[in-house]
């Protein structure tokens, strides 16, 4: 079975400063593992992804996360938050031949 | 820009009423996937289409019926729905293949259903 727990159903962060969305996943196997932002009335989007290749993973708009295998963590940052960071963001795991399995999603707020 | 398009964006039904919504996807995927998604919800997954064959149907009602004429077309079909249907639609695809594929999805913008 596979599954993935966000700590904190909404973080607030004011503008220019350090944004950690964190995630924690359970996995019998190795995960592959995903954060995914949706903005307001909107779809889906990728921002990163861990393939068992470099545990540092950066993606787009400045967002990175380091997969832990001792913590089983797959924590997501950003140095420096901005407004249009404001979205709800989805860790995600899964393995080879078995879907997606989403968390509960961490809403952001950036305040000015 | 999304690959994954969806249509319409929105609609209005009454529960008497039949719609579709309708996705494409040219990324040559082998894999589509229907998910509704409440506010502030994770999107719950509905159906699986795989070599365009119906893989998975996550005991979702009848009044749901999709269909998949074609590797690029995904379509879900709706007739007698309730109130508590109205949702955000979300149309995704992904690569098929034992070993292959990381289960990454594509998803397309959606299509918010408002049941009256």
């Known amino acids: 079975a596979q599954s993935v727990t966000q700590l904190g159903s909404h973080v607030s962060v004011s503008e220019g400063a350090l944004v950690l969305l964190r995630c924690n996943y359970s996995?019998?196997?190795?995960?592959?593992l995903f954060w995914y932002v949706q903005y307001p009335n909107q779809g889906l989007q990728l921002l990163l992804k861990?393939?068992?290749?470099?545990?540092l993973v950066k993606g787009i708009n400045g967002f990175e996360a380091e997969f832990k295998k001792s913590e089983t963590s797959f924590h997501l940052t950003k140095p420096s938050a901005h407004m249009r960071d404001a979205a709800e963001y989805f860790c995600?795991?899964?393995?080879?031949?078995?879907?997606?399995?989403f968390g509960s999603g961490t809403q952001l707020t950036v305040l000015p | 820009d999304t690959e994954v398009t969806q249509t319409p964006k929105h609609l209005v039904m009454g529960m008497t009423n039949k719609k579709s919504l309708k996705c494409e996807q040219h990324?040559?995927?082998?894999?589509m996937y229907w998910y509704k998604q409440k506010a502030k919800k994770p999107p719950e997954l509905m159906f699986v289409?795989?070599?365009?064959?119906?893989?998975i149907n996550e005991s979702v009602p009848s009044r749901f019926s999709p269909e998949c004429p074609n590797s690029s077309l995904l379509n879900l079909h709706l007739h007698a729905l309730q109130p508590e249907d109205s949702a955000l639609y979300l149309c995704?695809?992904?690569?098929?293949?034992?070993?292959?594929?990381?289960?990454?999805?594509?998803f397309g913008e959606g299509s918010r259903l408002t049941v009256l």
């Open positions: 995704a695809s992904s690569q098929v293949g034992e070993g292959s594929t990381t289960g990454e999805l594509f």
């Open positions: 996995s019998s196997v190795p995960p592959y």
């Open positions: 861990y393939t068992s290749a470099a545990t």
């Open positions: 995600a795991v899964s393995r080879p031949a078995r879907q997606l399995t």
């Open positions: 990324m040559g995927h082998r894999a």
């Open positions: 289409y795989s070599y365009e064959k119906l893989s």
